[in-house]
């Protein structure tokens, strides 16, 4: 069976224990791995394989623990030979873990699917689809939404799924609170934070960014907010004749893009990318010593002070 990500909903995840996702919206993929974990296990951690011995350690899981706990175990996958080795691993599983496979869409394309217990779904969502991806989400959230703020989301968005994520976020608590206003709010959205780097003086920004994390808790969408930035202004500082619609950056965004990469050297943009990777692990519950909030909040006061002391 495959769907896309707007036809994934909770009915459906519960009829399934395999899943395969593409990976070509890093964003979505996210998401749909955490429907897939609220749905069949919501106190359980993810259990990320990595390349060594992978079939084994797979292996390992195919089998209930003493206790019948459900394991949610989770494998990206790089070829199509190793997706294959996989999925003919399946059959011997008699547990009740719920496994999930990442991979291209590429390798998706050219692999037969013979197993009706495998679930594939696309994260890709085309140009024509946003408009039916922004109706998705809104009723996910329980959002009400009109024609004319979806035309909204749509100017603002710049058919970049994370900000829709955080539109429908904003509107939510709006709707929640009538009185809610976005000028001096206690809850910011991520582009909200990421505009206030180059607008803001250290000790503004530093209490924005205290409220805005008092106020969030979906630390894996901020985290990869600012990866997808980071990233699109070191290729951009590797190359300024770059194409924006290669890095998605558009109005505002872009003007942010080109003054922190005349600002902050790619050295230096690099190792915030690094540390990025090392705070996705701390969320994510692989290295729990040291809090991800704080990581964070260093990223962005370099970011910050770099921008305005030169």
Same mark, same amino acid.
């Given at each position: 069976?495959?769907?896309?990500?707007?036809?994934?909903?909770?009915?459906?995840i519960?009829?399934?224990?395999?899943?395969?996702?593409s990976?070509e919206?890093?964003?979505?993929?996210?998401?749909i791995?955490?429907?897939?974990?609220?749905?069949k296990?919501?106190?359980?951690?993810?259990?990320?394989?990595?390349?060594?011995?992978?079939e084994e350690?797979?292996?390992?899981?195919?089998?209930?623990?003493?206790?019948?706990?459900?394991?949610?175990?989770?494998?990206?996958?790089?070829?199509? @030979?190793?997706? &294959?080795? !996989?999925?003919?691993?399946?059959?011997?599983? *008699?547990? /009740?873990? $719920?496994f %999930?496979? #990442?991979?291209?869409?590429?390798?998706?394309?050219?692999?037969?699917?013979?197993?009706?217990?495998i679930?594939?779904?696309?994260?890709?969502?085309?140009?024509?689809?946003?408009?039916?991806?922004?109706?998705?989400?809104?009723?996910?959230?329980k959002?009400?939404i009109?024609?004319?703020?979806? @035309?909204?989301? &749509?100017? !603002?968005?710049s058919?970049?799924?994370?900000? *829709?994520? /955080?539109? $429908?976020? %904003?509107? #939510?608590?709006?709707?929640n609170?009538?009185?809610?206003?976005?000028?001096?709010?206690?809850?910011?959205?991520?582009?909200?934070?990421?505009n206030?780097?180059?607008?803001?003086?250290?000790?503004?920004?530093?209490?924005?960014?205290?409220?805005?994390?008092?106020?969030?808790?979906?630390l894996?969408?901020?985290?990869?907010? !600012?990866?997808?930035?980071?990233?699109g202004?070191?290729r951009?500082?590797?190359?300024?004749?770059?194409?924006?619609?290669?890095?998605?950056?558009f109005?505002?965004?872009?003007?942010?893009?080109?003054?922190m990469?005349?600002?902050?050297?790619?050295?230096?943009?690099?190792?915030?990318?690094?540390?990025?990777?090392?705070?996705?692990?701390?969320?994510?519950?692989?290295?729990?010593?040291?809090?991800?909030?704080?990581?964070m909040?260093?990223?962005?006061?370099?970011?910050?002070?770099?921008?305005?002391?030169?």
């Amino acid at each position: 069976m495959i769907l896309k990500a707007f036809e994934l909903d909770q009915s459906t995840i519960e009829q399934f224990n395999y899943f395969i996702i593409s990976t070509e919206d890093q964003v979505i993929l996210q998401q749909i791995i955490d429907d897939i974990k609220n749905t069949k296990s919501p106190k359980t951690s993810i259990q990320e394989i990595d390349d060594f011995q992978a079939e084994e350690k797979i292996q390992t899981f195919f089998i209930d623990n003493l206790f019948n706990d459900i394991n949610l175990i989770y494998k990206p996958v790089k070829t199509e @030979k190793t997706l &294959l080795n !996989l999925i003919n691993l399946l059959d011997k599983n *008699i547990s /009740n873990n $719920i496994f %999930i496979f #990442s991979v291209s869409k590429n390798i998706l394309k050219k692999v037969s699917y013979k197993n009706k217990s495998i679930l594939i779904l696309e994260s890709e969502i085309r140009q024509d689809e946003v408009e039916e991806y922004i109706k998705y989400q809104a009723n996910k959230n329980k959002v009400v939404i009109q024609e004319d703020e979806i @035309k909204k989301m &749509l100017a !603002l968005s710049s058919n970049n799924t994370l900000h *829709i994520h /955080n539109l $429908i976020k %904003i509107k #939510s608590l709006a709707d929640n609170d009538k009185n809610h206003q976005l000028i001096d709010q206690s809850i910011y959205s991520g582009f909200d934070i990421l505009n206030s780097i180059f607008s803001k003086k250290e000790k503004d920004f530093n209490n924005m960014i205290n409220r805005y994390f008092q106020s969030n808790d979906d630390l894996i969408q901020f985290n990869s907010l !600012l990866f997808w930035f980071l990233k699109g202004v070191y290729r951009y500082s590797q190359n300024s004749k770059i194409n924006q619609q290669d890095i998605k950056f558009f109005g505002q965004t872009m003007i942010n893009c080109k003054l922190m990469a005349q600002k902050i050297n790619t050295e230096i943009i690099e190792k915030l990318i690094q540390k990025i990777f090392s705070i996705d692990k701390m969320i994510k519950g692989r290295d729990i010593q040291i809090n991800p909030i704080e990581e964070m909040k260093k990223v962005l006061m370099v970011c910050n002070r770099r921008i305005n002391n030169g």
